[in-house]
C-alpha cells in the first residue's frame, strides 16, 4: 500500500530534488507557495516552497526500492524517526492539493491587509483592540500600531491574531 513520506532536502534544491525523483518513476508531491517577498528596491511576488527544504513522496513500503532516493541530486536524506521513516497522513497531503489554485500553487494571504488599515486583534493577550496594520513581516507576524496611554506603539503580533473590522 502506498504512503506519503517525508524527504528533507539540500537547500533551495526542492525543486531539482523532486525533478530528479520523478525521472527516476517515484511520486513526488511540492506544494509551492505565492508571496509576497521584501527586498530591493521593493517588494515583489514569487513562487517557493510551501514547506522549504522538504517534500512528499508516495512509496510503497514493501514493494518500491528506496535505496536511490539517497543518492538522488538534491535529496539530503529521507526523514526518519529512530530507524522509522516519517510517515505523513493522506489527508494531509490531499488537502494541500486540494486547497491548490491554478497551476498546483497555493496562495498566501500575504498582503490581505494594507498599510493605514484599522484591524481588530482577536487573539493573544491585546485580544480585543483596535489597531492600525503597519506591516507584514517574517514568519508570519504583523506589526501594528496601538495607542497605549495616549502614545502609538508599534508591537509585534501573530497575522493569525488580527481580522478586518465589520
Not at 55 to 76: A, C, Y
Request: aromatic letters at 10%.
Amino acid at each position: 500500500m502506498r504512503e506519503w513520506f517525508l524527504i528533507y532536502c539540500k537547500p533551495r534544491q526542492e525543486a531539482l530534488a523532486a525533478r530528479n525523483l520523478e525521472r527516476q518513476g517515484y511520486g513526488v508531491y511540492l506544494p509551492m507557495l505565492r508571496q509576497r517577498r521584501q527586498g530591493h528596491p521593493g517588494a515583489r511576488w514569487c513562487v517557493a516552497p510551501m514547506f522549504p527544504r522538504y517534500l512528499f513522496i508516495h512509496l510503497d513500503q514493501e514493494s518500491d526500492n528506496w535505496k536511490p532516493i539517497r543518492s538522488t541530486i538534491g535529496v539530503s536524506r529521507l526523514v526518519v524517526f529512530g530507524d522509522v521513516p516519517a510517515r505523513v497522513p493522506d489527508a494531509f497531503v490531499g488537502a494541500l492539493k486540494a486547497q491548490a489554485g491554478e497551476n498546483g500553487i497555493h496562495e498566501s494571504d500575504q498582503g490581505r491587509f494594507v498599510a493605514g488599515e484599522t484591524v481588530m486583534i482577536v487573539g493573544g493577550a491585546m485580544a480585543g483592540y483596535e489597531a492600525v496594520f503597519k506591516a507584514q513581516t517574517a514568519k508570519e507576524r504583523v506589526v501594528l500600531l496601538l495607542k497605549i496611554a495616549g502614545r502609538v506603539v508599534a508591537v509585534n503580533v501573530r497575522s493569525d491574531d488580527i481580522a478586518r473590522l465589520e
